[in-house]
C-alpha cells in the first residue's frame, strides 16, 4: 500500500488506478456479514509436536491465540483461563500450508490469450470462492493461496492473494494488504500457443523479444507522463494528459517495482536471460516458477535473491520438464536459492504436505527445512511473510492440527484454523465446514499449467 | 561397470549395505543372504530380525535369523536397520509407451480410429530402453502391467514386466495376459454433444450396443471357424456339401477376442460412474467375462453390488477429484471402503505424479500409503501393491511376496515402503542387485560436482 501513495498520480486518478489494479483494494471495503459465530477471544491449542517452521519443532508445545493472531507458543503459554482449549496429544501442529501457485477456483479463465501480453488481466475478476478445489484444498491445511494466470502468455496478468475461508463471501476471502504479483512465462507454452496461429512469438527468441518490447513502451509512457507531471509542475494549464492505458500501466509498475514478478520459467538459460533482461529494465525476478533445472544454475542465481516455486519430483510431461530431477529442491537449497514447493494443480495441493515429506528422501531435507518449502518459503514469494508461514507471536493464527507426521504419507488434517477460527474439522459431518453448509461450484479441470492447450 | 561400483560404495558410506565387492558379486545372481532386516513377507507376516537366501535368481529359504541356514560361499548383505519386502508391482502403467508426454512421436498410447481394437497388442510397442523405467524401479516398483491409453472401448492387450533386463524378450513376463476395456463418457467421442460429426458411436447405448454387436460377432466367426474346421475333416457329401474346404480367412481382430471370451485372460475394465459400472457389468455377465474393475472412482453407491459380484478391483487414481458436494475423501477411502466389504483391491500409481502418467510410477508405494492414511489396513495396502496384483494377472506363484521358490524381486530400504520419506537403497531383480542409478541420478551427479 505504502508503495503506491507514491504514484506518479494524484487524487481521483490514484483512486481510479486503485480500484482498478489493486485487488487488495476489494478487502477495505468488506463487510463481514458472515460472522455467524465468533472464534473465541482465546483458544489454547495444547501439547502438540509443533513444528514452528521458523524456530525448529517443540515436541509437547502449545500454542495461545488472542484475537485471531498468535499470542504465545511454547511448552508453557500464558493464556488466560477463560480460553477456550483443545487437547492436541498425540497430535502435530504446523502453520498453515502455503501454496505459491495455484490455479484452482479460477473456472477456465486462466488465460486471456488473444495477446502474449496482458499485463491488467486482474485474477479477481475470474475468482470463484465456492469452487470445490478451494474445499479439497482446505482439507488438505491450505490455508493461503496465490491465484495465478496461466502460461500462455509472456506476461499474463496480475494474480490474487487468497485466505482459504470456504464458506465466506469473496471479499472475506481476499488476503488484506498483500503485495501484488504479476505472473510471467517462458518457454515451450507461449511459443507454442501463439506459434500454432503463425503469431510472435513462435520460438524463445521472439518471447524474449515480445517483452524486451514492452518495457520499451511502458518506458515511453512512463516518459510521456514525466512530461506532462512536468508541465503541470511548472504551471502550464494548457498542457494534456496522456491517456490511462491499462496495459501500460500495469507494465510501468513492474519497473517501479510495485509489483513481485512471478516468472514461469523451466530451463536453466531462460533463468540466466530472465534475470539479464530484469536487470536490463531494472525490476527484481521474485520467484521462479517450476524453474526444473535450477539445480543447473542455482549458485548464480542465489546472489539475485530469486526464489523458486518448484515441484517435488514432477518430470517428463514435455521436453522443458526432461531434465527434471527430484532433488532439484534440496540441491538448490544447498546452494542458497530459497525454495518453495507449490501444487500447480487441483491435486497435489491437497497433499502439499507430504510432497515436503519426499524432500527428506530426496536430498536429505531436514524436517524444518521441508516444512519451511510449504510454509515459510512459499509465505517469502507471495511477500507475506510478516503475517504468516510459521508459528511466531504476532503472526496470524492460521494453523493446522494433523493426526500424524505432516510429512509421512499418513498424515490428515485434522483442523485447520485461519485467523483463529475454525474453517475445516476433520470429525464434523458432512463437509467438516463450519463455515460452509451450501452447494459448491465445478470448475473443472486439473487446474495445472500444463494441462490444457492453451499452456495455463 | 564403474558406475556401478560406485554406487555401491556410495551405499556403504549411506547405508552400509555390504561392501562393493559383495554387492558385485550380487549383480551376477549368485547365492546372496540377506541378513538382519525387517522382512515384510505379505504372505505370512512380518520377521523383525530376518534372513533371507537367494539363489539362482530365486527365493531360497526366509525366515528368522538363526532359524534359516546361511549357506557357505554366500554373499551376505547386511541389512540391520533397513526394511525388506517384495518387489512392488503396478497394476496399471503405459510404461514403454511413452517417453515425453507432449511429443507425439514418443507416444504409442492407443488407436483411436476405431473404438474396438482388441488386436492391438502392447507388446508391439513397449519400448524396453524407457528412460522411465530406471526412475521406477529405484523407487522398488519391479514389476508392472502395462495397458493401453483409455480412448477406445476395447484398447488392446496388456503385457505384465519386470522392470530389468537385456532387452524387451527379457523384460516382458507375459504378453497379452489381459484385454483393457474401458466405458464411460471419454470414449463416446464420436459426434454428439456438438461436435457437429454425427458418427455412431455418440452416446453410451451406442457404445455398448457397438460393444456387444463386436463380442457376437467374435462368437460367430468362432463358430464358423469351427464348423469349418469338422468340414474339412470330412469328404464331399452328395448332397454338395463340400468337404476338405480351406477354413474361412483369419479375422485377427474377433479371434483376439476369444481368449476372453472363453474366460482363459481377464478383462480390465475401466469404468468411474456407478451407473456404467452396472451397465457395462450386464454385458460382462451377458458374455461371462472375467473381469478386473479399474478406477470406479465415483461408484460409492454400488460398492455393495461390486463386492456381490466378487471381482477383483484396481483403484487408481486414489488422487481422483470427488464431485462437487461429495466430502473432500470421497475417493481417498476407497480402498478402505472395498476392503472392509471382501473385495480384493489392487492400488496403481495412475496419476500419482502429475500430468503424463507414466512417469509417476514411482510414486506407486506412496498411494499406497494414502489409502493408509483413510483406513486401509496396512496388510492390505501393502498386498495392493504386490501379492494382490501378482494374483490378479496370473503371477500369483512367481512374484508378490517373499516365500521360497518365488522370484527373488527384493527391495532393501532404510525405513517403511509407503512413506515419502523413506529412501531405497538396493533393488534386487531375478536376484541381481540393480545399479541404483537412472537418467535422473546421472544428472543429480553431473551438477552436484
Same mark, same amino acid.
Given at each position: 500500500?505504502?508503495?503506491?501513495?507514491?504514484?506518479?498520480?494524484?487524487?481521483?486518478?490514484?483512486?481510479?488506478? =486503485?480500484?482498478?489494479?489493486?485487488?487488495?483494494?476489494?478487502?477495505?471495503?468488506?463487510?463481514?456479514?458472515?460472522?455467524?459465530?465468533?472464534?473465541?477471544?482465546?483458544?489454547? =491449542?495444547?501439547?502438540?509436536?509443533?513444528?514452528?517452521?521458523?524456530? $525448529?519443532?517443540?515436541?509437547?508445545?502449545?500454542?495461545?491465540?488472542?484475537?485471531?493472531?498468535?499470542?504465545?507458543?511454547? !511448552?508453557?503459554?500464558?493464556?488466560?483461563?477463560?480460553?477456550?482449549?483443545?487437547?492436541? /496429544?498425540?497430535?502435530?501442529?504446523?502453520?498453515?500450508?502455503?501454496?505459491?501457485?495455484?490455479?484452482?477456483?479460477?473456472?477456465?479463465?486462466?488465460? !486471456?490469450?488473444?495477446?502474449?501480453?496482458?499485463?491488467?488481466?486482474?485474477?479477481?475478476?475470474?475468482?470463484?470462492?465456492?469452487?470445490?478445489?478451494? +474445499?479439497?484444498?482446505?482439507?488438505?491445511?491450505?490455508?493461503?493461496?496465490?491465484? =495465478?494466470? $496461466?502460461?500462455?502468455?509472456?506476461?499474463?496478468?496480475?494474480?490474487?492473494?487468497?485466505?482459504?475461508?470456504?464458506?465466506?463471501?469473496? &471479499?472475506?476471502?481476499?488476503?488484506?494488504?498483500?503485495?501484488? #504479483?504479476?505472473?510471467?512465462?517462458?518457454? !515451450?507454452?507461449?511459443?507454442?500457443?501463439? $506459434?500454432?496461429?503463425?503469431?510472435?512469438?513462435?520460438?524463445?527468441?521472439?518471447?524474449?523479444?515480445?517483452?524486451?518490447?514492452?518495457?520499451?513502451?511502458?518506458?515511453?509512457?512512463?516518459?510521456?507522463?514525466?512530461?506532462?507531471?512536468?508541465?503541470?509542475?511548472?504551471?502550464?494549464?494548457?498542457?494534456?494528459?496522456?491517456?490511462?492505458?491499462?496495459?501500460?500501466?500495469?507494465?510501468?509498475?513492474?519497473?517501479?517495482?510495485?509489483?513481485?514478478?512471478?516468472?514461469?520459467? +523451466?530451463?536453466?538459460? &531462460?533463468?540466466?536471460? %530472465?534475470?539479464?533482461?530484469?536487470?536490463? +529494465?531494472?525490476?527484481?525476478?521474485?520467484?521462479?516458477?517450476?524453474?526444473?533445472?535450477?539445480?543447473?544454475?542455482?549458485?548464480?542465481?542465489?546472489? %539475485?535473491?530469486?526464489?523458486?516455486?518448484?515441484?517435488?519430483?514432477?518430470?517428463?510431461?514435455?521436453?522443458?520438464?526432461?531434465?527434471?530431477?527430484?532433488?532439484?529442491?534440496?540441491? #538448490?537449497?544447498?546452494?542458497?536459492?530459497?525454495?518453495?514447493?507449490?501444487?500447480? /494443480?487441483?491435486?497435489?495441493?491437497?497433499?502439499?504436505?507430504?510432497?515436503?515429506?519426499?524432500?527428506?528422501?530426496?536430498?536429505?531435507?531436514? !524436517?524444518? %527445512?521441508?516444512?519451511?518449502?510449504?510454509?515459510?518459503?512459499?509465505?517469502?514469494?507471495?511477500?507475506?511473510?510478516?503475517?504468516?508461514?510459521?508459528?511466531?507471536? $504476532?503472526?496470524?493464527?492460521?494453523?493446522?492440527?494433523?493426526?500424524?507426521?505432516?510429512?509421512?504419507? +499418513?498424515?490428515?488434517?485434522?483442523?485447520?484454523?485461519?485467523?483463529?477460527?475454525?474453517?475445516?474439522?476433520?470429525?464434523?459431518?458432512?463437509?467438516?465446514?463450519?463455515?460452509?453448509?451450501?452447494?459448491?461450484?465445478?470448475?473443472?479441470?486439473?487446474?495445472?499449467?500444463?494441462?490444457?492447450? %492453451?499452456?495455463? | 561397470?564403474?558406475?556401478?561400483?560406485?554406487?555401491?560404495?556410495?551405499?556403504?558410506?549411506?547405508?552400509?549395505?555390504?561392501? @562393493?565387492?559383495?554387492?558385485?558379486?550380487?549383480?551376477?545372481?549368485?547365492?546372496?543372504?540377506?541378513?538382519?532386516?525387517?522382512?515384510?513377507?505379505?504372505?505370512?507376516?512380518?520377521?523383525?530380525?530376518?534372513?533371507?537366501?537367494?539363489?539362482?535368481?530365486?527365493?531360497?529359504?526366509?525366515?528368522?535369523?538363526?532359524?534359516?541356514?546361511?549357506?557357505?560361499?554366500?554373499?551376505?548383505?547386511?541389512?540391520?536397520?533397513?526394511?525388506?519386502?517384495?518387489?512392488?508391482?503396478?497394476?496399471?502403467?503405459?510404461?514403454?509407451?511413452?517417453?515425453?508426454?507432449?511429443?507425439?512421436?514418443?507416444?504409442?498410447?492407443?488407436?483411436?480410429?476405431?473404438?474396438?481394437?482388441?488386436?492391438?497388442?502392447?507388446?508391439?510397442?513397449?519400448?524396453?530402453?524407457?528412460?522411465?523405467?530406471?526412475?521406477?524401479?529405484?523407487?522398488?516398483?519391479?514389476?508392472?502391467?502395462?495397458?493401453?491409453?483409455?480412448?477406445?472401448?476395447?484398447?488392446?492387450?496388456?503385457?505384465?514386466?519386470?522392470?530389468?533386463?537385456?532387452?524387451?524378450?527379457?523384460?516382458?513376463?507375459?504378453?497379452?495376459? @489381459?484385454?483393457?476395456?474401458?466405458?464411460?463418457?471419454?470414449?463416446?467421442?464420436?459426434?454428439?454433444?456438438?461436435?457437429?460429426?454425427?458418427?455412431?458411436?455418440?452416446?453410451?447405448?451406442?457404445?455398448?450396443?457397438?460393444?456387444?454387436?463386436?463380442?457376437?460377432?467374435?462368437?460367430?466367426?468362432?463358430?464358423?471357424?469351427?464348423?469349418?474346421?469338422?468340414?474339412?475333416?470330412?469328404?464331399?457329401?452328395?448332397?454338395?456339401?463340400?468337404?476338405?474346404?480351406?477354413?474361412?480367412?483369419?479375422?485377427?481382430?474377433?479371434? *483376439?477376442?476369444?481368449?476372453?471370451?472363453?474366460?482363459?485372460?481377464?478383462?480390465?475394465?475401466?469404468?468411474?460412474?456407478?451407473?456404467?459400472?452396472?451397465?457395462?457389468?450386464?454385458?460382462?455377465?451377458?458374455?461371462?467375462?472375467?473381469?478386473?474393475?479399474?478406477?470406479?472412482?465415483?461408484?460409492?453407491?454400488?460398492?455393495?453390488?461390486?463386492?456381490?459380484?466378487?471381482?477383483?478391483?484396481?483403484?487408481?487414481?486414489?488422487?481422483?477429484?470427488?464431485?462437487?458436494?461429495?466430502?473432500?475423501?470421497?475417493?481417498?477411502?476407497?480402498?478402505?471402503?472395498?476392503?472392509?466389504?471382501?473385495?480384493?483391491?489392487?492400488?496403481?500409481?495412475?496419476?500419482?505424479?502429475?500430468?503424463?502418467?507414466?512417469?509417476?510410477?514411482?510414486?506407486?508405494?506412496?498411494?499406497?500409503?494414502?489409502?493408509?492414511?483413510?483406513?486401509?489396513?496396512?496388510?492390505?495396502?501393502?498386498?495392493?501393491?504386490?501379492?494382490?496384483?501378482?494374483?490378479?494377472?496370473?503371477?500369483?506363484?512367481?512374484?508378490?511376496?517373499?516365500?521360497?521358490?518365488?522370484?527373488?524381486?527384493?527391495?532393501? *530400504?532404510?525405513?517403511?515402503?509407503?512413506?515419502?520419506?523413506?529412501?531405497?537403497?538396493?533393488?534386487?531383480?531375478?536376484?541381481?542387485?540393480?545399479?541404483?542409478?537412472?537418467?535422473?541420478?546421472?544428472?543429480?551427479?553431473?551438477?552436484?560436482?
Amino acid at each position: 500500500m505504502g508503495t503506491l501513495t507514491q504514484s506518479l498520480f494524484g487524487g481521483s486518478l490514484l483512486k481510479l488506478i =486503485l480500484n482498478l489494479l489493486l485487488p487488495g483494494a476489494l478487502a477495505l471495503v468488506a463487510l463481514p456479514a458472515w460472522a455467524q459465530q465468533a472464534p473465541p477471544a482465546d483458544l489454547v =491449542l495444547k501439547n502438540a509436536t509443533v513444528m514452528t517452521a521458523s524456530h $525448529g519443532t517443540i515436541t509437547h508445545g502449545s500454542v495461545w491465540v488472542h484475537n485471531g493472531k498468535i499470542a504465545g507458543v511454547g !511448552e508453557q503459554v500464558s493464556a488466560p483461563a477463560s480460553a477456550v482449549v483443545v487437547d492436541a /496429544s498425540g497430535k502435530w501442529l504446523t502453520p498453515g500450508i502455503i501454496d505459491p501457485h495455484s490455479h484452482s477456483a479460477l473456472d477456465s479463465d486462466v488465460n !486471456e490469450a488473444t495477446s502474449p501480453v496482458t499485463p491488467s488481466m486482474m485474477m479477481i475478476d475470474a475468482f470463484d470462492n465456492r469452487d470445490k478445489s478451494l +474445499y479439497q484444498a482446505l482439507a488438505g491445511g491450505v490455508t493461503t493461496e496465490l491465484l =495465478l494466470h $496461466g502460461s500462455a502468455n509472456m506476461i499474463g496478468g496480475q494474480a490474487v492473494v487468497i485466505k482459504n475461508k470456504f464458506g465466506l463471501p469473496r &471479499e472475506a476471502m481476499i488476503f488484506p494488504n498483500a503485495p501484488r #504479483s504479476i505472473k510471467f512465462a517462458s518457454g !515451450e507454452n507461449p511459443k507454442r500457443v501463439y $506459434g500454432s496461429r503463425n503469431q510472435l512469438p513462435s520460438t524463445r527468441m521472439g518471447n524474449f523479444e515480445v517483452m524486451r518490447q514492452s518495457f520499451e513502451n511502458a518506458k515511453a509512457y512512463m516518459a510521456s507522463w514525466d512530461a506532462y507531471n512536468a508541465k503541470v509542475a511548472k504551471g502550464d494549464k494548457a498542457a494534456t494528459a496522456p491517456k490511462v492505458d491499462l496495459k501500460l500501466e500495469a507494465l510501468a509498475d513492474v519497473l517501479r517495482g510495485k509489483l513481485y514478478v512471478q516468472i514461469h520459467c +523451466y530451463r536453466a538459460d &531462460e533463468f540466466l536471460t %530472465e534475470e539479464a533482461i530484469a536487470h536490463e +529494465y531494472g525490476y527484481k525476478i521474485r520467484a521462479f516458477h517450476h524453474a526444473l533445472e535450477m539445480y543447473k544454475v542455482a549458485g548464480q542465481i542465489a546472489p %539475485e535473491n530469486t526464489a523458486i516455486a518448484t515441484f517435488s519430483d514432477w518430470w517428463g510431461y514435455k521436453d522443458e520438464a526432461w531434465d527434471a530431477i527430484p532433488w532439484n529442491a534440496v540441491m #538448490s537449497m544447498r546452494q542458497g536459492v530459497k525454495v518453495a514447493l507449490k501444487s500447480d /494443480s487441483n491435486d497435489h495441493i491437497r497433499r502439499l504436505n507430504s510432497e515436503a515429506g519426499k524432500m527428506v528422501h530426496y536430498g536429505g531435507a531436514t !524436517e524444518d %527445512e521441508a516444512i519451511r518449502m510449504v510454509t515459510l518459503n512459499p509465505a517469502w514469494i507471495i511477500g507475506v511473510d510478516d503475517k504468516v508461514g510459521s508459528i511466531d507471536v $504476532g503472526k496470524d493464527a492460521d494453523l493446522v492440527i494433523w493426526n500424524a507426521d505432516p510429512l509421512s504419507t +499418513y498424515a490428515r488434517a485434522e483442523k485447520v484454523y485461519i485467523d483463529g477460527d475454525l474453517f475445516f474439522d476433520n470429525t464434523m459431518p458432512g463437509f467438516g465446514t463450519p463455515h460452509f453448509n451450501g452447494a459448491m461450484h465445478d470448475g473443472g479441470g486439473f487446474g495445472s499449467d500444463d494441462s490444457n492447450e %492453451e499452456g495455463n | 561397470m564403474k558406475t556401478f561400483v560406485r554406487v555401491a560404495s556410495s551405499l556403504i558410506l549411506s547405508a552400509a549395505v555390504g561392501s @562393493a565387492v559383495c554387492l558385485a558379486q550380487a549383480a551376477k545372481s549368485g547365492t546372496v543372504a540377506i541378513t538382519g532386516g525387517k522382512l515384510l513377507t505379505v504372505s505370512h507376516g512380518t520377521i523383525e530380525n530376518g534372513v533371507l537366501v537367494i539363489a539362482d535368481g530365486k527365493i531360497a529359504a526366509v525366515g528368522e535369523a538363526g532359524k534359516v541356514a546361511v549357506p557357505s560361499g554366500a554373499t551376505i548383505v547386511d541389512a540391520h536397520g533397513l526394511t525388506v519386502y517384495p518387489g512392488l508391482i503396478d497394476p496399471d502403467t503405459t510404461l514403454g509407451l511413452t517417453e515425453v508426454g507432449s511429443d507425439e512421436n514418443s507416444n504409442d498410447l492407443a488407436e483411436p480410429s476405431d473404438e474396438i481394437m482388441p488386436h492391438m497388442h502392447v507388446a508391439d510397442a513397449f519400448h524396453a530402453e524407457t528412460e522411465l523405467i530406471p526412475i521406477a524401479r529405484l523407487n522398488g516398483i519391479t514389476n508392472a502391467v502395462v495397458a493401453p491409453g483409455t480412448t477406445d472401448s476395447v484398447a488392446g492387450q496388456d503385457i505384465f514386466i519386470q522392470l530389468a533386463g537385456k532387452n524387451r524378450d527379457a523384460m516382458i513376463l507375459g504378453r497379452d495376459v @489381459a484385454l483393457a476395456m474401458n466405458y464411460g463418457a471419454e470414449q463416446r467421442r464420436r459426434g454428439g454433444r456438438g461436435s457437429g460429426r454425427g458418427e455412431f458411436p455418440s452416446t453410451r447405448m451406442g457404445l455398448i450396443t457397438q460393444l456387444r454387436q463386436s463380442l457376437l460377432d467374435a462368437q460367430h466367426y468362432e463358430a464358423g471357424k469351427e464348423a469349418a474346421a469338422k468340414k474339412a475333416d470330412k469328404p464331399d457329401t452328395k448332397d454338395g456339401d463340400k468337404g476338405g474346404e480351406k477354413p474361412t480367412e483369419r479375422d485377427l481382430k474377433l479371434e *483376439a477376442l476369444l481368449p476372453y471370451l472363453h474366460g482363459q485372460r481377464p478383462v480390465v475394465v475401466g469404468v468411474t460412474e456407478g451407473y456404467d459400472v452396472e451397465s457395462i457389468m450386464r454385458v460382462a455377465q451377458e458374455f461371462h467375462l472375467k473381469v478386473i474393475l479399474n478406477h470406479v472412482t465415483h461408484s460409492q453407491e454400488v460398492l455393495d453390488e461390486i463386492a456381490a459380484w466378487k471381482v477383483p478391483v484396481i483403484v487408481g487414481s486414489i488422487y481422483d477429484f470427488p464431485r462437487a458436494n461429495e466430502r473432500f475423501d470421497a475417493v481417498f477411502t476407497l480402498p478402505a471402503e472395498l476392503a472392509k466389504r471382501g473385495v480384493k483391491i489392487a492400488i496403481s500409481s495412475a496419476d500419482a505424479g502429475g500430468p503424463g502418467g507414466a512417469h509417476g510410477v514411482r510414486n506407486l508405494p506412496y498411494a499406497a500409503g494414502f489409502a493408509v492414511a483413510y483406513g486401509l489396513p496396512y496388510d492390505e495396502a501393502l498386498k495392493a501393491v504386490t501379492l494382490n496384483v501378482a494374483e490378479m494377472f496370473g503371477f500369483g506363484d512367481k512374484l508378490g511376496s517373499l516365500d521360497v521358490g518365488k522370484t527373488a524381486n527384493v527391495v532393501l *530400504a532404510n525405513g517403511d515402503p509407503l512413506d515419502v520419506r523413506t529412501d531405497v537403497k538396493q533393488v534386487y531383480i531375478e536376484g541381481v542387485a540393480q545399479p541404483m542409478v537412472s537418467r535422473q541420478t546421472s544428472l543429480r551427479d553431473e551438477y552436484a560436482k
